[in-house]
């Protein structure tokens, strides 16, 4: 089975275990048919970006435990749906990205410059958040 990789190109990293993230919820930014939204960019999130998700019909910042859904704040990591991060650049409220945990396929539809204007990270190290 080949690795899966970054915007880098090189092994894709773990984004957060704590709270868990991603579309498979194994703390990976990875993807799939099924996944319509395009869960691949790691953030570190902010209350700029939680408030701006939430008016823009996504709330991020409740509590959902029928979904087992805790909820972020400020500082969390969280893979992120690609189309939201560009519009969240575009409006001036995009969160940090952690580009060794950033899936490859955000590429089809975010620049690699944008996203290095917002890396944490250098692709070098694995920045994840781990309880």
């Not at 799939?32 to 939430?54: N, P, Q």
């Not at 204007?117 to 694995?126: K, M, S």
Request: proline residues 5%; hydrophobic residues 35%.
């Amino acid at each position: 089975m080949t690795k899966e990789r970054n915007v880098l190109g090189d092994e894709l990293q773990t984004c957060c275990r704590f709270p868990m993230t991603g579309f498979f919820r194994d703390g990976y930014c990875r993807t799939c048919a099924e996944d319509i939204g395009r869960h691949t960019v790691c953030v570190k999130v902010t209350e700029e970006f939680l408030e701006f998700s939430r008016e823009a019909g996504n709330d991020l910042s409740t509590p959902q435990p029928e979904m087992d859904f805790p909820g972020l704040i400020p500082g969390d990591q969280w893979c992120l749906c690609a189309l939201r991060w560009q519009e969240a650049f575009e409006a001036g409220a995009a969160p940090q990205v952690i580009l060794s945990a950033t899936h490859e396929s955000a590429l089809e539809v975010l620049n690699l410059e944008d996203l290095r204007e917002y890396a944490l990270d250098d692709g070098q190290h694995n920045w994840s958040s781990e309880a």
